[in-house]
């Protein structure tokens, strides 16, 4: 019992395992590992068990730190705690104590995927965790998706209805992506529009593809393109598992700015997720002061506006505490 690595688990294995607990979310999914495996990440994927029953679950991604003689070891999104048998404090302090002593050289960098204020920060302080004296609020917008179409179109700000309805008599398709070459034009749409904003995009082709190529039926990657006579004007990929969907990133081009693509595309996208059973659509983070426009989009799907706990590390070693927080952090 106690701490249990899972070296050789299958995908349907995993996120059988992920998709028990009320704060599953796609990183933690097989996918999202095994496409970070191929960008030279480590994934290492464990449970907690008490009494025969996994009461927390985590994956994590190891790798080295540069300049330095020890790893990073980054839990986004996890460690996942809020299982069926509600032991969250038992749970989160069990598996927290469990991967500190496994990686005694490692600096902890964990990001749980609860609202901040539910009664995580108390347990992470006394596990030894510090939040990053330079992070900023984590927040996105949660849009339940349970409620008929009608119901969520009626939700929608009326400034950003009128503006679907505009999209709408341009006369715009939106179709799935369905091959590399729909994948490949996204990405280029994307890399454009971060020269045009001025902007460092983390996005990378190799990430993409890895995606893309792990994706299965069940969970992985969607991609959607909005169209006009011109061509391909706008793009949203997302990431879904079990009863959740996240939108992972998007891309407008001028001309799909002009026409109003965002608005049907997203909308689109959340019939699509919704068709497949995704009862919740995570937009992805917001950044209010540094990117008003995209907050402002967003804020008009009128989904509830949430504020995570946020990054916490942990380290043994005062002095590399200090080099990770000073160097390290402000690049991650």
């Known amino acids: 019992m106690g701490l249990r690595l899972l070296p050789d688990i299958s995908r349907d294995e995993w996120n059988d395992i992920v998709v028990g607990f009320r704060d599953q979310n796609f990183y933690q999914s097989w996918e999202w590992g095994e496409a970070r495996r191929a960008m030279g990440w480590k994934v290492r994927r464990f449970i907690f068990e008490r009494g025969g029953r ?12 540069p300049l330095i003689p020890w790893s990073l070891l980054r839990v986004r999104g996890g460690p996942l705690v809020l299982g069926p048998y509600g032991e969250k404090i038992e749970a989160l302090s069990g ?5 500190s002593e496994d990686f005694k050289g490692a600096v902890i960098r964990i990001s749980p995927h609860h609202i901040s204020g539910n009664g995580l920060e108390p347990i992470l302080t006394a596990c030894g965790f510090a939040r990053p004296s330079s992070q900023l609020p984590q927040q996105t917008f949660w849009v339940d998706l349970k409620s008929d179409l009608d119901v969520l179109r009626g939700r929608l700000n009326p400034g950003w209805r009128r503006n679907l309805s505009k999209a709408e008599r341009k006369g715009l398709a939106v179709r799935s992506m369905v091959s590399t070459d729909d994948l490949r034009c996204f990405f280029d749409l994307h890399a454009e529009m971060a020269d045009r904003k001025g902007f460092r995009s983390y996005l990378t082709w190799k990430l ?17 393109l909005a169209l006009d006579g011109e061509g ?4 949203r990929v997302l990431g879904f598992l079990g009863q ?12 799909g700015r002009e026409v109003f ?5 997203l909308w689109e996208v959340m019939k699509a997720v919704k068709a497949r059973g995704c009862c919740r659509l995570d937009l992805g983070g917001i950044d209010p002061a540094g990117n008003r426009g995209v907050f402002e989009f967003k804020q008009g799907v009128r989904g509830d506006l949430v504020e995570l706990v946020g990054h916490w590390n ?3 070693r005062r002095a590399l505490r200090w080099f990770f927080d000073s160097v390290i952090e402000p690049r991650l």
């Open 54 to 65: 996994i009461i927390a679950a985590a994956q994590a991604l190891l790798r080295e730190i």
């Open 95 to 99: 598996i927290l104590a469990g991967v």
């Open 208 to 224: 993409l593809e890895e995606l893309w190529r792990v994706s299965s039926a069940s969970s992985g990657v969607l991609g959607f």
């Open 232 to 235: 391909v004007v706008a793009g």
């Open 244 to 255: 959740q969907a996240l939108d992972l990133f998007a891309a407008t081009s001028l001309r």
């Open 261 to 265: 693509a965002s608005y049907l595309l």
């Open 314 to 316: 942990f380290c043994r």
